[in-house]
């Protein structure tokens, strides 16, 4: 029966893709170097394991939102679940090399975003949880079937500039901001009767007007 291990090399940005896409190159061993496998189903589970780094005064505050306020996090930092990938590892013996390519999201409702966002420098320390169906021949070519342990894991720590790197590629020098309707109908209405050009513009007007409101 194989057994098999993964270890992350890198990542990077996936170029050309409709939308953005993360491409984390895997590195795949069979501990029985000379058995065939046919393929892998393979599926990962990324969990952010925020509790394995540091972070400066400006991390905090900008995970405010995420995690409260510092003096808490004792009790509010926790690892967090970012995604769920699969792939297909083509045939091999011994060892390869695969692609699994993880979307990703601009959405601030995603708290993986507000994550991702909040980091201004350093690493993001990730773990991959594998799992999935192995192919491989049982003799003679016969083709058997078996299970990847669920104790199969690896870690890595991926560069924060790869990701802002990527999102100011698809999204240059903006960000997206999801509102329930009936608020953008009542912030469009606003922009409208007082002949705001552009939704910035309408923001930048409103946002002096609220910090005044909270100060006095």
């Avoid at 993964?6 to 953005?20: G, H, L, N, Y």
């Avoid at 004792?74 to 390869?96: E, P, R």
């Avoid at 513009?201 to 002096?208: E, S, T």
């Amino acid at each position: 029966m194989p057994d098999l291990d993964f270890r992350v090399d890198s990542a990077a940005a996936v170029p050309f893709a409709a939308t953005p896409l993360l491409g984390f190159r895997l590195g795949v061993t069979n501990a029985k170097a000379g058995e065939a496998i046919f393929s892998v189903a393979l599926r990962c589970q990324i969990r952010i394991e925020v509790t394995r780094r540091r972070y400066t005064e400006q991390d905090q505050k900008r995970l405010l939102d995420l995690f409260g306020e510092p003096e808490r996090w004792g009790q509010t930092l926790h690892d967090m679940l970012w995604t769920n990938a699969g792939a297909t590892v083509s045939s091999f013996t011994g060892s390869t090399a695969v692609e699994v390519q993880v979307p990703c999201t601009f959405d601030f409702n995603v708290a993986a975003t507000k994550y991702f966002h909040g980091i201004e420098k350093g690493e993001i320390p990730l773990n991959f949880l594998f799992s999935g169906t192995v192919f491989y021949d049982g003799g003679g070519g016969v083709a058997q079937v078996a299970p990847i342990s669920w104790s199969k894991e690896a870690r890595f720590r991926l560069p924060v500039e790869t990701w802002r790197g990527m999102m100011e590629a698809y999204y240059p020098n903006s960000a997206w901001l999801c509102l329930r309707r009936d608020i953008f109908e009542r912030l469009y209405q606003y922009k409208v009767r007082n002949g705001i050009p552009t939704w910035e513009a309408a923001l930048d007007r409103i946002v002096p007007a609220c910090e005044e409101t909270v100060k006095s």
